[in-house]
């Protein structure tokens, strides 16, 4: 079973909106002992839970409001910058999931290789340095549409961040295979994307200009 599976029908109350959702759509937190609160994204933390939808708006309202207090019936002072780090907690965590499945032989790297298994329809996702050229990922993309279902692309990460967390001197291209890591990256980018975009917006016209052919200089990843 995957992640997903495994949290789709339980459901909790966002502070903010009072609307019920599933877990996957929401950021849990725990009270401290020193009056703080403490994002808890793994969902293992002792303590009641206290959840708020994930995106920045959400938990900047619940900070502002300080529903957090009202929920857990006790006083507590939220830090002003926890929508900060809650995004930046997503973001390891992100890009911890993509070194896991490299290491599970799950995540393929590179121009050629990642070409490949588009054309194999084995691709879950399609990740792309934000920095890479536009060549290249261009080729990807395009092809990509061609595909059913067509991956999910993430351009949320610079290449210097998919280098270290794939332990790669040149990462730019990379696919994610069909499976239960993707299953798990899915979870935690799609929380992630709730407070910086998934792809940068110009993407779009760098994609549909991309003429066919092979990738080469800073578009090519070993």
Do not use: Y
Request: aromatic letters at 4%.
């Amino acid at each position: 079973m995957s992640l997903r599976d495994a949290t789709i029908d339980r459901d909790r109350r966002d502070l903010v909106t009072h609307q019920v959702m599933d877990e996957s759509r929401l950021i849990r937190f725990v009270a401290a002992p020193d009056g703080g609160v403490v994002p808890d994204l793994a969902r293992k933390l002792p303590g009641r839970g206290l959840w708020v939808a994930a995106d920045r708006a959400s938990i900047a309202t619940a900070v502002k409001k300080n529903l957090f207090s009202r929920a857990a019936k006790a006083p507590l002072k939220p830090a002003a910058d926890l929508p900060d780090l809650v995004e930046s907690l997503l973001f390891r965590r992100c890009l911890d999931q993509l070194g896991l499945a490299r290491r599970e032989g799950v995540l393929i790297s590179g121009f050629e290789k990642s070409l490949a298994s588009i054309r194999a329809g084995k691709v879950a996702w399609i990740v792309e340095a934000a920095d890479g050229s536009a060549d290249g990922r261009g080729k990807l993309l395009a092809l990509a549409k061609h595909i059913t279902p067509a991956p999910k692309v993430c351009g949320a990460f610079s290449a210097d961040d998919l280098g270290l967390a794939l332990g790669l001197e040149n990462a730019i291209h990379a696919v994610l295979l069909e499976g239960g890591r993707a299953d798990r990256w899915t979870f935690e980018v799609e929380r992630l994307a709730g407070f910086r975009p998934l792809t940068p917006p110009q993407w779009g016209d760098e994609a549909a200009e991309a003429p066919d052919g092979n990738s080469d200089g800073r578009g090519s990843a070993p």
